[in-house]
Nanobody, 121 residues
Framework: QVQLVESGGGLVQPGGSLRLSCAAS????????MGWYRQAPGKQRELVAT???????NYANSVKGRFTISRDNAKNTVYLQMNSLKPEDTAVYYC???????????????WGQGTQVTVSS
């Protein structure tokens, strides 16, 4: 059974840093694009950053220059380094895999369970 498991969330003061991790577990041949999305209370889920299997990245304007997405294909893991955090970054952060190829099936638009990030003094 394939799972995406996020970790690294928590409470941090404004200006601080956090590093999120998302590890895909199970029998997996390959994963195409991966990314991070977030959803604040009362708001729609929004894209934070994405990364292709080849390492090309894309960021929301609101996080450019502060957040860095990376991945380790050998470990089926994607990371989000978040620096200079602001209160408006507070949200549940979700990991997404655009396409996971397993021995028995292809999983499209696969999500993790989310991890809470709270930026507050």
């Amino acid at each position: 059974q394939v799972q995406l498991v996020e970790s690294g969330g928590g409470l941090v003061q404004p200006g601080g840093s956090l590093r999120l991790s998302c590890a895909a577990s199970g029998s997996i041949f390959s994963i195409n694009g991966m990314g991070w999305y977030r959803q604040a209370p009362g708001k729609q889920r929004e894209l934070v950053a994405t990364i292709t299997s080849g390492g090309s990245t894309n960021y929301a304007n609101s996080v450019k220059g502060r957040f860095t997405i990376s991945r380790d294909n050998a470990k089926n893991t994607v990371y989000l380094q978040m620096n200079s955090l602001k209160p408006e970054d507070t949200a549940v952060y979700y990991c997404n895999a655009a396409r996971i190829v397993t021995p028995s099936k292809i999983l499209n638009d696969f999500w993790g369970q989310g991890t809470q990030v709270t930026v507050s003094s």
